[in-house]
């Protein structure tokens, strides 16, 4: 894991801390069709949220079409690319289709029974009736949300135990209309299209109040995922010597997390200094004038290494 030092003051010491190099990419992330923009050289790539609001006229369906693509930087790596939608109301279905094929339809029909669903979550003491006796996407009831990734569509919505539920699974595929292939993919390398709209089963025309947002993870990172501290987790302060040829120098090693449990090497030092349980300091003295090399091992996860070099002085000669 490469890191850099950072350098303060602190009376006649100095206290040394390490953070880690950000991700890095010069690739660019650009939706355009019915709105325009772009984003680039982030980690995460973030198209900010961009709104498709509006109804459709009489028995219309309200829709809006996008163009989403990545254009790759060189040398740089590509992880993933998700699609969200906020919803902050939606009048009484959904529908999207990928590159001209329909992933998703449903309406009111599925999922409410006075419409003949065969379910009985979205009414009376159904799981996703968080008030009232059934639920009503438009009104927002449930903060719905439609996540849409290769391979994977969720509408998460709230349910009245406190959690979140992807609420597709519980609508009533049976009925006639009904769409939700889950097979599919898309290749933001490539570019792909993709329509969102609202379908309304109830009765009058449909309407949506939402917010598109797209997310790319492109590295190179330095970053260790599997395992991290806090950014300021390991640090030094160096007491100079306070005369010259007097070993008198000190290193005091301190932590934040006391989860885990250290061993600290510092060269020139035959025993390496332990902190573990409750306790969150340690001090080495006795030290001469020089540059030392002081490395952090969690003893709990071999792979993780921190070092860094503390220089101790001593005063100037009159």
């Not at 801390?17 to 709105?35: E, K, R």
């Not at 369906?61 to 930087?73: A, E, P, T």
């Not at 009533?172 to 329509?195: E, H, M, P, R």
């Amino acid at each position: 894991m490469k890191k850099f030092l950072l350098l303060g003051f602190l009376a006649s010491s100095f206290l040394f801390y390490a953070q880690d190099d950000p991700c890095s990419n010069t690739s660019t992330l650009s939706v355009t069709g019915d709105f325009n923009v772009e984003a680039s050289g982030t980690y995460p790539m973030i198209i900010p949220p961009q709104n498709i609001s509006g109804s459709g006229s009489g028995s219309q369906v309200f829709r809006k079409n996008v163009d989403i693509k990545l254009s790759l930087g060189s040398g740089d790596v590509f992880e993933s690319c998700i699609v969200k939608l906020d919803l902050q109301d939606f009048d009484d279905g959904l529908q999207f289709d990928i590159d001209g094929t329909n992933l998703l339809n449903f309406q009111q029909k599925h999922w409410d029974n006075t419409f003949g669903a065969n379910t009985t979550e979205f009414n009376g003491e159904g799981r996703f009736v968080t008030s009232g006796g059934m639920w009503t996407p438009w009104s927002g009831q449930g903060n719905p949300k439609l996540e849409i990734s290769t391979g994977k569509v969720q509408l998460m919505v709230d349910t009245k135990n406190g959690g979140r539920e992807d609420a597709l699974p519980f609508m009533d595929s049976t009925v006639a209309d009904w769409k939700l292939i889950s097979t599919f993919t898309y290749d933001c390398l490539k570019g792909f299209n993709l329509l969102i709209g609202n379908q309304n089963g109830g009765g009058g025309p449909s309407g949506i109040n939402a917010k598109l947002t797209v997310e790319a993870y492109v590295g190179p990172c330095n970053t260790n995922t599997s395992f991290s501290l806090q950014d300021d987790n390991n640090k030094i302060t160096v007491g100079s010597c306070t005369c010259n040829a007097k070993n008198d120098g000190s290193l005091a090693l301190s932590i934040e997390d006391t989860k885990y449990n250290y061993t600290i090497s510092v060269s020139g030092v035959s025993d390496p200094i332990k902190i573990s349980g409750t306790n969150k300091t340690a001090n080495v003295t006795g030290l001469a004038k020089g540059t030392y090399t002081v490395c952090f091992k969690v003893d709990e996860n071999p792979d993780y290494e921190q070092c860094f070099e503390a220089v101790i002085t001593e005063p100037i000669s009159l």
